[in-house]
Protein backbone atom coordinates (compact mmCIF):
# COMPACT_ATOMS: atom_id res chain seq x y z
CA UNK A 1 0.00 0.00 0.00
CA UNK A 2 2.48 2.09 1.24
CA UNK A 3 4.71 1.96 -2.75
CA UNK A 4 1.42 2.36 -4.24
CA UNK A 5 0.79 5.81 -2.34
CA UNK A 6 4.75 7.11 -3.34
CA UNK A 7 4.24 6.02 -6.90
CA UNK A 8 0.65 8.19 -6.72
CA UNK A 9 2.64 10.87 -5.25
CA UNK A 10 5.17 10.89 -7.80
CA UNK A 11 2.58 10.70 -10.42
CA UNK A 12 0.96 13.79 -8.82
CA UNK A 13 4.63 16.03 -8.78
CA UNK A 14 4.95 14.68 -12.72
CA UNK A 15 1.77 15.95 -13.47
CA UNK A 16 1.99 19.39 -11.73
CA UNK A 17 5.68 19.69 -13.41
CA UNK A 18 4.09 19.00 -16.94
CA UNK A 19 1.26 21.66 -16.27
CA UNK A 20 4.04 24.32 -15.31
CA UNK A 21 6.03 23.30 -18.44
CA UNK A 22 2.66 24.15 -21.00
CA UNK A 23 0.91 26.71 -22.93
CA UNK A 24 -2.39 26.42 -24.01
CA UNK A 25 -4.94 29.07 -25.39
CA UNK A 26 -7.28 29.63 -28.21
CA UNK A 27 -7.28 31.14 -31.22
CA UNK A 28 -10.29 33.24 -33.02
CA UNK A 29 -11.19 35.49 -35.73
CA UNK A 30 -10.15 38.95 -34.46
CA UNK A 31 -13.24 40.77 -35.97
CA UNK A 32 -16.06 37.83 -35.94
CA UNK A 33 -14.27 36.28 -32.74
CA UNK A 34 -15.32 33.08 -34.20
CA UNK A 35 -13.31 30.14 -33.47
CA UNK A 36 -10.48 29.35 -35.91
CA UNK A 37 -9.30 25.33 -36.30
CA UNK A 38 -6.76 24.19 -38.19
CA UNK A 39 -4.57 26.99 -37.49
CA UNK A 40 -0.72 25.88 -37.15
CA UNK A 41 0.67 27.20 -33.63
CA UNK A 42 3.97 26.41 -32.81
CA UNK A 43 7.58 27.67 -30.82
CA UNK A 44 9.69 28.64 -33.93
CA UNK A 45 12.89 26.69 -34.75
CA UNK A 46 11.83 23.80 -32.19
CA UNK A 47 10.16 20.60 -32.83
CA UNK A 48 7.14 21.60 -30.98
CA UNK A 49 4.07 22.29 -32.91
CA UNK A 50 0.24 21.77 -33.13
CA UNK A 51 -2.61 22.70 -34.71
CA UNK A 52 -5.78 24.16 -33.09
CA UNK A 53 -9.28 22.01 -32.92
CA UNK A 54 -12.90 22.42 -34.22
CA UNK A 55 -12.90 24.65 -30.74
CA UNK A 56 -9.86 26.84 -31.98
CA UNK A 57 -8.05 25.37 -28.63
CA UNK A 58 -4.27 24.28 -29.13
CA UNK A 59 -1.80 22.96 -26.39
CA UNK A 60 1.75 22.44 -26.06
CA UNK A 61 3.87 20.93 -22.88
CA UNK A 62 6.88 19.79 -21.91
CA UNK A 63 9.05 23.24 -22.97
CA UNK A 64 11.92 23.66 -21.77
CA UNK A 65 13.54 26.66 -20.16
CA UNK A 66 14.64 29.35 -22.48
CA UNK A 67 13.25 32.39 -24.78
CA UNK A 68 10.70 31.88 -27.41
CA UNK A 69 8.61 33.16 -29.56
CA UNK A 70 5.04 30.82 -30.42
CA UNK A 71 3.65 31.50 -33.91
CA UNK A 72 0.35 31.09 -35.10
CA UNK A 73 -0.48 30.98 -38.68
CA UNK A 74 -3.34 30.23 -41.62
CA UNK A 75 -3.49 31.22 -44.56
CA UNK A 76 -5.57 34.09 -45.51
CA UNK A 77 -4.48 35.63 -42.17
CA UNK A 78 -1.30 37.62 -40.57
CA UNK A 79 1.00 35.38 -38.69
CA UNK A 80 0.61 36.13 -34.98
CA UNK A 81 3.73 36.25 -32.71
CA UNK A 82 3.97 36.30 -29.13
CA UNK A 83 7.26 35.76 -27.08
CA UNK A 84 8.01 34.64 -23.73
CA UNK A 85 10.42 32.77 -21.44
CA UNK A 86 9.98 29.68 -19.55
CA UNK A 87 9.89 31.18 -16.50
CA UNK A 88 6.46 32.71 -17.31
CA UNK A 89 4.80 28.92 -17.78
CA UNK A 90 2.30 28.65 -17.53
CA UNK A 91 0.59 30.40 -19.51
CA UNK A 92 -3.26 30.87 -21.14
CA UNK A 93 -3.65 32.61 -24.05
CA UNK A 94 -6.23 33.78 -26.63
CA UNK A 95 -4.50 34.79 -29.87
CA UNK A 96 -6.81 37.02 -31.77
CA UNK A 97 -5.50 36.80 -35.88
CA UNK A 98 -6.04 39.83 -38.26
CA UNK A 99 -7.42 38.81 -41.76
CA UNK A 100 -4.56 39.67 -44.51
CA UNK A 101 -5.53 43.15 -46.95
CA UNK A 102 -5.99 42.61 -50.33
CA UNK A 103 -2.66 44.56 -51.58
CA UNK A 104 -4.19 46.77 -54.27
CA UNK A 105 -1.68 47.88 -57.54
CA UNK A 106 -2.34 51.90 -57.04
CA UNK A 107 -1.43 51.90 -53.48
CA UNK A 108 2.36 50.02 -54.08
CA UNK A 109 4.92 52.90 -53.37
CA UNK A 110 6.94 51.70 -55.87
CA UNK A 111 5.63 49.68 -59.04
CA UNK A 112 6.54 45.99 -59.89
CA UNK A 113 6.69 43.49 -62.12
CA UNK A 114 5.45 39.91 -61.69
CA UNK A 115 8.55 37.07 -62.04
CA UNK A 116 8.43 33.78 -62.89
CA UNK A 117 9.90 30.49 -60.81
CA UNK A 118 11.89 30.07 -63.87
CA UNK A 119 13.72 33.07 -63.76
CA UNK A 120 14.00 33.27 -60.40
CA UNK A 121 13.70 30.15 -58.92
CA UNK A 122 17.60 28.85 -58.73
CA UNK A 123 18.61 32.09 -56.90
CA UNK A 124 15.97 32.09 -54.80
CA UNK A 125 17.38 28.30 -53.63
CA UNK A 126 20.86 29.15 -53.47
CA UNK A 127 20.48 31.84 -51.31
CA UNK A 128 17.72 30.39 -49.23
CA UNK A 129 18.54 26.98 -49.35
CA UNK A 130 21.85 27.11 -49.83
CA UNK A 131 24.93 26.16 -52.41
CA UNK A 132 26.61 24.12 -49.57
CA UNK A 133 26.83 20.22 -49.97
CA UNK A 134 23.90 19.65 -47.90
CA UNK A 135 21.95 21.42 -50.01
CA UNK A 136 21.54 19.28 -53.23
CA UNK A 137 19.52 16.50 -50.47
CA UNK A 138 16.81 19.23 -49.66
CA UNK A 139 13.50 19.27 -51.35
CA UNK A 140 11.50 22.39 -51.81
CA UNK A 141 8.02 20.39 -51.83
CA UNK A 142 5.55 23.48 -52.63
CA UNK A 143 7.87 26.51 -54.82
CA UNK A 144 4.94 26.95 -57.00
CA UNK A 145 3.34 28.63 -53.84
CA UNK A 146 6.29 31.14 -54.57
CA UNK A 147 5.78 34.75 -56.19
CA UNK A 148 8.35 36.75 -57.16
CA UNK A 149 8.54 40.68 -57.40
CA UNK A 150 11.45 42.78 -59.43
CA UNK A 151 11.63 46.58 -58.48
CA UNK A 152 13.38 48.16 -61.30
CA UNK A 153 14.10 51.44 -59.40
CA UNK A 154 15.25 50.26 -56.56
CA UNK A 155 17.25 46.66 -58.40
CA UNK A 156 15.75 44.37 -56.07
CA UNK A 157 13.36 41.03 -55.84
CA UNK A 158 10.92 40.10 -53.26
CA UNK A 159 9.74 36.44 -52.89
CA UNK A 160 6.08 35.79 -51.10
CA UNK A 161 4.48 33.08 -50.24
CA UNK A 162 0.74 32.73 -48.77
CA UNK A 163 1.45 29.27 -47.79
CA UNK A 164 4.09 27.64 -45.29
CA UNK A 165 7.40 26.55 -47.39
CA UNK A 166 7.85 22.74 -47.01
CA UNK A 167 11.26 21.23 -47.31
CA UNK A 168 12.61 18.02 -46.90
CA UNK A 169 15.96 18.23 -45.44
CA UNK A 170 16.95 14.54 -45.95
CA UNK A 171 20.71 14.93 -44.83
CA UNK A 172 19.52 16.01 -41.53
CA UNK A 173 15.99 13.97 -41.14
CA UNK A 174 13.97 16.66 -40.72
CA UNK A 175 11.12 18.42 -42.40
CA UNK A 176 10.60 21.95 -42.29
CA UNK A 177 7.74 24.08 -42.22
CA UNK A 178 8.96 27.29 -42.87
CA UNK A 179 6.81 30.65 -42.29
CA UNK A 180 8.27 33.25 -44.84
CA UNK A 181 7.68 36.94 -43.78
CA UNK A 182 10.42 38.44 -46.26
CA UNK A 183 12.87 37.55 -48.16
CA UNK A 184 14.79 40.68 -50.12
CA UNK A 185 17.60 40.51 -52.79
CA UNK A 186 19.28 43.65 -53.05
CA UNK A 187 21.10 43.58 -56.36
CA UNK A 188 23.29 47.04 -56.27
CA UNK A 189 24.36 45.99 -52.31
CA UNK A 190 24.93 42.56 -53.46
CA UNK A 191 22.85 41.55 -50.13
CA UNK A 192 19.86 38.89 -49.42
CA UNK A 193 17.75 39.22 -46.71
CA UNK A 194 15.38 36.76 -45.43
CA UNK A 195 13.54 35.88 -41.89
CA UNK A 196 10.48 33.43 -41.32
CA UNK A 197 9.29 31.17 -38.51
CA UNK A 198 10.32 27.57 -38.74
CA UNK A 199 8.68 24.23 -37.34
CA UNK A 200 11.17 20.76 -37.15
CA UNK A 201 9.55 17.47 -37.60
CA UNK A 202 11.71 14.30 -38.14
CA UNK A 203 11.41 12.70 -41.10
CA UNK A 204 10.12 8.69 -41.05
CA UNK A 205 8.91 7.87 -37.12
CA UNK A 206 8.95 10.00 -34.49
CA UNK A 207 8.77 7.04 -31.95
CA UNK A 208 12.01 5.41 -33.31
CA UNK A 209 15.54 6.68 -32.98
CA UNK A 210 17.20 8.84 -35.90
CA UNK A 211 19.13 7.05 -38.20
CA UNK A 212 22.48 6.74 -37.30
CA UNK A 213 23.35 9.37 -40.66
CA UNK A 214 21.24 11.69 -39.26
CA UNK A 215 23.00 11.75 -35.75
CA UNK A 216 26.42 11.90 -38.02
CA UNK A 217 25.24 14.75 -40.05
CA UNK A 218 23.40 16.71 -37.33
CA UNK A 219 26.56 16.90 -35.16
CA UNK A 220 28.58 18.01 -38.43
CA UNK A 221 26.32 20.84 -38.82
CA UNK A 222 26.34 21.63 -35.47
CA UNK A 223 29.77 21.67 -34.60
CA UNK A 224 31.32 25.33 -36.08
CA UNK A 225 28.43 26.62 -36.79
CA UNK A 226 26.61 30.05 -35.12
CA UNK A 227 24.36 28.28 -32.69
CA UNK A 228 27.57 26.04 -31.43
CA UNK A 229 29.77 29.65 -30.92
CA UNK A 230 26.90 30.89 -29.18
CA UNK A 231 26.90 28.36 -27.01
CA UNK A 232 30.33 28.38 -26.25
CA UNK A 233 30.56 32.21 -25.88
CA UNK A 234 27.85 31.73 -23.34
CA UNK A 235 29.68 29.39 -21.22
CA UNK A 236 33.03 31.25 -21.98
CA UNK A 237 34.74 28.20 -23.13
CA UNK A 238 35.58 29.80 -26.66
CA UNK A 239 38.98 28.17 -27.06
CA UNK A 240 37.50 24.67 -25.53
CA UNK A 241 34.86 24.52 -28.36
CA UNK A 242 37.51 25.48 -31.18
CA UNK A 243 37.22 28.92 -31.67
CA UNK A 244 39.38 31.88 -32.03
CA UNK A 245 37.52 35.40 -31.80
CA UNK A 246 39.41 38.51 -32.65
CA UNK A 247 38.18 42.17 -33.34
CA UNK A 248 38.21 43.50 -36.74
CA UNK A 249 37.95 46.92 -38.54
CA UNK A 250 37.48 47.66 -42.14
CA UNK A 251 39.16 50.72 -43.69
CA UNK A 252 38.77 52.08 -47.58
CA UNK A 253 40.99 50.53 -49.76
CA UNK A 254 42.24 54.00 -51.07
CA UNK A 255 44.89 52.86 -53.60
CA UNK A 256 41.50 50.78 -55.52
CA UNK A 257 39.59 54.21 -54.93
CA UNK A 258 42.60 55.94 -57.07
CA UNK A 259 43.05 53.70 -59.24
CA UNK A 260 39.53 53.37 -60.51
CA UNK A 261 39.11 57.43 -60.81
CA UNK A 262 41.88 57.14 -63.49
CA UNK A 263 39.33 55.52 -65.49
CA UNK A 264 40.05 52.74 -68.64
CA UNK A 265 43.09 54.58 -69.41
CA UNK A 266 45.29 53.19 -66.90
CA UNK A 267 44.71 49.72 -68.50
CA UNK A 268 46.09 50.86 -71.72
CA UNK A 269 49.62 51.35 -70.79
CA UNK A 270 49.88 55.01 -70.39
CA UNK A 271 52.25 55.73 -67.17
CA UNK A 272 50.83 58.75 -65.04
CA UNK A 273 52.34 59.94 -61.38
CA UNK A 274 50.21 61.30 -58.52
CA UNK A 275 51.69 64.59 -56.92
CA UNK A 276 50.13 65.36 -53.46
CA UNK A 277 51.41 62.94 -50.29
CA UNK A 278 53.10 59.80 -50.48
CA UNK A 279 50.64 58.03 -48.80
CA UNK A 280 47.27 56.79 -51.34
CA UNK A 281 44.91 59.84 -50.84
CA UNK A 282 42.16 59.97 -53.52
CA UNK A 283 42.19 63.68 -53.47
CA UNK A 284 45.49 63.26 -55.07
CA UNK A 285 45.68 65.15 -58.55
CA UNK A 286 46.61 63.18 -61.75
CA UNK A 287 49.30 63.91 -64.08
CA UNK A 288 49.51 62.03 -67.11
CA UNK A 289 53.03 62.21 -68.89
CA UNK A 290 54.27 60.81 -72.09
CA UNK A 291 54.75 57.10 -72.20
CA UNK A 292 57.66 55.40 -71.38
CA UNK A 293 59.67 52.10 -72.49
CA UNK A 294 57.53 49.31 -73.42
CA UNK A 295 58.34 47.33 -70.28
CA UNK A 296 57.00 50.84 -67.89
CA UNK A 297 54.12 50.87 -69.75
CA UNK A 298 53.18 47.09 -69.17
CA UNK A 299 54.56 47.13 -65.68
CA UNK A 300 52.21 49.92 -64.93
CA UNK A 301 49.35 48.11 -66.44
CA UNK A 302 49.89 45.05 -64.20
CA UNK A 303 49.94 47.19 -61.46
CA UNK A 304 46.96 48.98 -61.71
CA UNK A 305 45.06 45.51 -63.13
CA UNK A 306 46.22 43.91 -59.72
CA UNK A 307 45.02 46.89 -57.63
CA UNK A 308 41.50 46.82 -58.97
CA UNK A 309 41.30 42.78 -58.20
CA UNK A 310 41.78 43.49 -54.85
CA UNK A 311 38.98 44.13 -52.30
CA UNK A 312 37.23 47.42 -51.59
CA UNK A 313 37.74 47.35 -48.00
CA UNK A 314 41.12 45.94 -45.91
CA UNK A 315 40.53 43.89 -43.00
CA UNK A 316 42.92 44.94 -39.83
CA UNK A 317 42.64 42.01 -37.11
CA UNK A 318 43.35 42.60 -33.41
CA UNK A 319 46.08 40.42 -31.74
CA UNK A 320 44.01 39.90 -28.53
CA UNK A 321 42.67 37.14 -28.58
CA UNK A 322 38.84 37.87 -27.33
CA UNK A 323 36.41 36.27 -24.57
CA UNK A 324 32.86 36.63 -23.19
CA UNK A 325 34.47 39.22 -20.67
CA UNK A 326 35.30 41.51 -23.58
CA UNK A 327 31.91 41.74 -25.04
CA UNK A 328 29.67 40.95 -22.53
CA UNK A 329 27.62 44.48 -21.50
CA UNK A 330 24.99 43.00 -19.07
CA UNK A 331 22.62 39.99 -17.63
CA UNK A 332 18.77 39.68 -18.02
CA UNK A 333 18.41 36.71 -15.49
CA UNK A 334 19.80 33.45 -17.30
CA UNK A 335 20.09 35.88 -20.43
CA UNK A 336 23.79 37.77 -21.46
CA UNK A 337 23.94 40.78 -23.00
CA UNK A 338 27.02 41.18 -25.63
CA UNK A 339 27.79 44.41 -27.97
CA UNK A 340 30.67 44.92 -30.18
CA UNK A 341 31.34 47.59 -32.67
CA UNK A 342 32.67 47.24 -35.98
CA UNK A 343 33.68 43.33 -36.37
CA UNK A 344 34.37 39.67 -34.90
CA UNK A 345 36.39 37.45 -36.74
CA UNK A 346 35.89 34.20 -35.92
CA UNK A 347 37.94 31.31 -36.61
CA UNK A 348 37.00 27.59 -35.91
CA UNK A 349 40.11 25.44 -35.89
CA UNK A 350 37.95 22.38 -35.39
CA UNK A 351 36.74 22.53 -38.92
CA UNK A 352 37.70 23.17 -42.49
CA UNK A 353 35.73 24.79 -45.54
CA UNK A 354 34.74 22.45 -48.09
CA UNK A 355 35.43 22.53 -52.16
CA UNK A 356 31.84 23.54 -52.47
CA UNK A 357 32.74 26.81 -50.66
CA UNK A 358 35.85 27.70 -52.29
CA UNK A 359 33.88 26.98 -55.65
CA UNK A 360 31.32 29.40 -54.60
CA UNK A 361 33.92 32.03 -53.73
CA UNK A 362 36.26 31.59 -56.67
CA UNK A 363 39.18 30.72 -55.02
CA UNK A 364 41.50 28.29 -56.29
CA UNK A 365 43.46 27.42 -52.81
CA UNK A 366 43.29 24.27 -50.38
CA UNK A 367 40.51 24.36 -48.07
CA UNK A 368 41.99 26.44 -44.68
CA UNK A 369 40.02 26.50 -40.75
CA UNK A 370 36.40 27.88 -41.52
CA UNK A 371 36.56 31.82 -40.99
CA UNK A 372 33.82 34.25 -40.76
CA UNK A 373 33.04 37.55 -39.65
CA UNK A 374 29.67 38.71 -37.60
CA UNK A 375 28.56 42.57 -37.04
CA UNK A 376 25.64 44.26 -35.20
CA UNK A 377 23.19 46.50 -37.90
CA UNK A 378 22.26 49.08 -35.27
CA UNK A 379 23.31 50.02 -31.60
CA UNK A 380 21.55 47.68 -29.53
CA UNK A 381 22.32 44.42 -27.56
CA UNK A 382 22.27 41.08 -28.65
CA UNK A 383 21.41 38.37 -25.58
CA UNK A 384 22.09 35.34 -25.99
CA UNK A 385 21.10 31.96 -24.22
CA UNK A 386 22.49 28.76 -23.12
CA UNK A 387 21.29 26.80 -25.80
CA UNK A 388 23.30 29.62 -28.64
CA UNK A 389 20.27 31.37 -29.47
CA UNK A 390 20.52 35.02 -29.98
CA UNK A 391 18.39 37.78 -30.43
CA UNK A 392 17.37 39.49 -31.88
CA UNK A 393 18.61 37.67 -35.34
CA UNK A 394 17.89 40.55 -37.63
CA UNK A 395 19.98 42.83 -36.24
CA UNK A 396 23.19 40.34 -36.52
CA UNK A 397 24.90 39.55 -39.95
CA UNK A 398 27.12 36.94 -40.55
CA UNK A 399 29.69 37.00 -43.69
CA UNK A 400 32.66 34.68 -45.37
CA UNK A 401 31.97 30.90 -44.56
CA UNK A 402 28.92 31.76 -42.19
CA UNK A 403 27.49 34.02 -45.04
CA UNK A 404 27.60 30.63 -47.11
CA UNK A 405 26.94 27.72 -44.77
CA UNK A 406 24.16 28.93 -42.32
CA UNK A 407 21.21 28.30 -44.40
CA UNK A 408 18.12 25.79 -44.21
CA UNK A 409 20.17 23.41 -45.38
CA UNK A 410 22.29 23.23 -42.35
CA UNK A 411 19.63 24.61 -39.65
CA UNK A 412 19.20 22.90 -36.18
CA UNK A 413 15.87 23.09 -33.82
CA UNK A 414 17.24 25.17 -30.92
CA UNK A 415 16.61 22.65 -28.76
CA UNK A 416 18.87 20.29 -30.60
CA UNK A 417 21.90 19.20 -28.36
CA UNK A 418 24.84 16.96 -30.15
CA UNK A 419 25.66 13.94 -27.75
CA UNK A 420 28.72 14.03 -25.27
CA UNK A 421 31.72 12.19 -26.90
Given amino acids: MRLILISNLLL ?3 GNVLAQQTIRGTVVNGVTNQVLSGVSVF ?4 SKGTTTNSSGYFEITDIKPGKYELVATSVGFETSVFSFTAEQLPLKLRIEMKQKLVELDNVVLEPFVEESWEKWGKAFLGNFIGNNTNAKDCILKNHKDIRFRYYKRSNRLEAIADKPLIIENKVLGYKIEYQLESFE ?3 KDGATTYYG ?4 TQLGNEDKDPKKRWVKNREKAYYGSMKHFFTALYNN ?5 GFEVRRMVKYPNLEKQRVRKLGPAVLQGNVFVRTGSNKPDPNDSIVQIKPGPATRDRDSSEYYKRILRQNDFIDEYGRELMTLDS ?20 TYKNGMEDQAYLDYILELRKPYYQRSNIFITEEVPIFITPDGSYFYPDKLLATAWWGFNEKISTMLPQDYEPDEK
Fill in 12 to 14: LLA
Fill in 43 to 46: LTNT
Fill in 185 to 187: MKF
Fill in 197 to 200: YTLF
Fill in 237 to 241: KLLEE
Fill in 327 to 346: ILIGKDGQYKMIYFPNYLAI
